[in-house]
């Protein structure tokens, strides 16, 4: 029994060590390439800019937001909505005026095949652009098919991004999970 | 005759721990990339995938339960803390223990069956694989 167990110790130590390792050498340019990768990304949001800083924001007030980017011409916001299977990640370009100008999807966790289309489907996303806060599903939207949950959650975020521009009300019932 | 042997709990980690340095990899290349959790559909798959390769190593064996699913726990909890991948934390020991558990005894006594059968090596891959499904069905429903 002792000789049979060692084996697997030593198996779970060894990549543990490894994996460990490979974190630690690994970190310095991760941190650098997101970096980079989010300065490309938040350049092709919002168009014509070349500089972003990070700005304070109340969490609490605005609880669908994660971060907030200033540029010369509008803000990239990454906002949050709870999705089908967890958190969607978005990043939203939003110009001075309130007027989204691009969108893409951070992160999320949704069915494949269904609402993890939201992370690839251009037509999906691009109804999106030039909104003000007003994007409804079924109005002026047209929802993943299979994926009205998701595609809420989406709509919801991009809203929320809006309203921490223009100070509106952006949490319609209608964009609401289910709703 | 059964062998008493642990493969799969040595097969684990390195299956585990070859899937989370790819992962790291891809990630420090592509800080973006969006790639799949360390949740119960990974688990049961790298679980599937120990124990498709201990069937080919050594055969139908014979578990010490207990040892066995505590190892499993130990693996993806801490395989997964150590390599930081994202929605790991505490109830990954609870949930690596229990996806585990389940997925080698269903594959077990499926193994048991196809033992009768001509082409049982052939088998247990597709076997393996309509297992893994059908988790992803069952999850589906929650």
Redesign the interface.
């Known amino acids: ?1 002792k000789n ?2 060692v ?3 030593l ?2 130590v ?3 060590v ?3 390792g ?2 630690a050498i ?1 970190s310095g ?2 941190e650098k ?2 970096e980079i ?2 300065n490309k ?1 938040m350049c092709a949001l919002l168009p014509g800019s070349t500089s972003f800083a990070p700005e304070e924001f109340d969490a609490e007030a605005n609880s669908a937001i994660q971060s907030v980017y200033k540029a010369e011409n509008g803000y990239v916001i990454e906002s949050t909505a709870y999705g089908y299977n967890g958190d969607i990640v978005l990043m939203v370009g939003v110009s001075n005026e309130g007027t989204v100008t691009g969108v893409t ?5 949704e ?1 494949r095949g269904l609402g993890a289309d939201a ?1 690839t489907n251009v037509p999906f996303l691009a109804q999106f652009l030039w909104t003000g806060g007003d994007a409804e599903i079924g109005t002026n939207v047209d929802a993943l098919a299979g994926a009205t949950v998701s595609s809420k959650a989406v709509t919801k975020a991009v809203n929320a991004a809006v309203g921490y521009v223009t100070g509106a009300d952006t949490s319609s019932a209608a964009t609401e999970w289910g709703g | 005759m059964k062998k008493s042997t642990m493969m799969v709990n040595t097969l684990l980690p390195v299956v585990l721990g070859v899937g989370l340095l790819v992962g790291m990899v891809w990630r420090t290349c592509m800080p973006f990339v969006v790639l799949p959790e360390l949740d119960v559909i990974a688990m049961v798959g790298i679980t599937l995938i120990a124990l498709v390769l201990e069937y080919y190593m050594v055969g139908k064996v014979k578990r010490s339960w207990v040892l066995q699913i505590l190892l499993a726990a130990v693996t993806f909890g801490g395989l997964g803390m150590a390599a930081g991948a994202p929605g790991v934390g505490m109830n990954t020991f609870l949930v690596g223990a229990i996806a585990f558990a389940i997925l080698t005894f269903v594959f077990d006594s499926m193994v048991a069956r196809l033992e009768v059968t001509t082409d049982k090596k052939c088998a247990v891959i597709p076997t393996a694989f309509v297992l893994y499904l059908a988790c992803q069905c069952f999850m589906g429903m929650f």
Do not use: C, E, S, Y
């Open positions: 029994m049979k167990i084996t697997p110790i198996a779970i060894i990549a543990a490894v994996l460990l490979g974190k690994l340019t991760a390439n997101v990768a989010r990304i999807v951070k992160d999320l966790q069915t992370l």
